[in-house]
């Protein structure tokens, strides 16, 4: 149990629509990542928000947008909606760690979002 | 940019030993993770290496050689629960995200 909470688990689209996936954290984790992850595939980062601000993206086009809210929840947003993007979509948390000898910022991840585009 | 290569598939035995491999090329390097995701569920955390060597962790133990672009995933006494996708993840300099390999996925048989 990560504490990050994700939906819907899942949901299906048709082409060209938009959707909106959720994430929640019970803790204050102030940095948020979203992952896709197509079957068979590792997760691809998406983009990452820090303080409400976008703090990083991957090679993904602009009809992929997020938002980060004070309560640190965020969502995803994708438009025009491809037969490709139909994908796992994960959230992750970081949260700093120790391991040995070293401290890390850990991500945690929700359970994701399975979407569906038909 | 980051590449990241791993084997796709592995079989192994119940209680037996499994070593699952990871090269990596990176533009940069703050840390290499591995992760553990079963079937339909999120990757779930196993082991961090930053500095050269081992770190182990019960059944698990993760090695990295910086200069080489190599890690690996050392799994002991396997069970059947350990039948999952192994994913490494590479840290890039800028900022917390990581790079993932396409996965290895273990299957332990009686």
């Known amino acids: 149990e990560t504490g990050v909470t994700q939906s819907p688990t899942h949901l299906i689209k048709t082409r060209g629509q938009q959707v909106t996936l959720r994430c929640s954290s019970q803790?204050?984790?102030?940095?948020v990542s979203w992952y896709q992850q197509a079957l068979g595939q590792g997760p691809q980062f998406i983009f990452q928000?820090?303080?409400?601000?976008?703090?990083g993206r991957g090679n993904f086009p602009p009809r992929f947008s997020g938002l980060q809210f004070p309560n640190y929840s965020s969502e995803l947003n994708v438009n025009a909606l491809e037969l490709d993007d139909s994908a796992l979509y994960l959230c992750?948390?970081?949260?700093?760690?120790?391991?040995?000898?070293?401290?890390?910022?850990?991500?945690?991840f929700g359970p994701g979002t399975r979407l569906t585009v038909l | 940019g980051q590449n990241i290569d791993q084997p796709t598939e592995m079989t192994a035995t119940e209680g037996a030993i499994v070593q699952i491999n990871c090269t990596y090329q990176?533009?940069?390097?703050?840390?290499l993770f591995w992760y553990q995701q079963h079937a339909g569920e999120a990757p779930t955390f196993l082991s961090y290496?930053?500095?050269?060597g081992l770190e182990e962790k019960g059944r698990f133990s993760s090695f990295l050689s910086r200069s080489k672009g190599y890690s690996y995933l050392l799994l002991k006494e396997l069970q059947m629960k350990d039948s999952a996708s192994y994913l490494c993840?590479?840290?890039?300099?800028?900022?917390?995200?990581?790079?993932f390999g396409k996965g290895t996925m273990l299957l332990v048989s009686p």
């Open positions: 290496n930053v500095l050269d």
């Open positions: 992750a948390r970081s949260l700093s760690g120790t391991s040995g000898r070293v401290s890390y910022n850990e991500q945690f």
């Open positions: 993840a590479v840290r890039d300099r800028g900022y917390s995200t990581l790079t």
């Open positions: 928000y820090y303080r409400e601000e976008e703090n």
């Open positions: 990176t533009s940069g390097f703050n840390g």
């Open positions: 803790s204050g984790h102030n940095t």
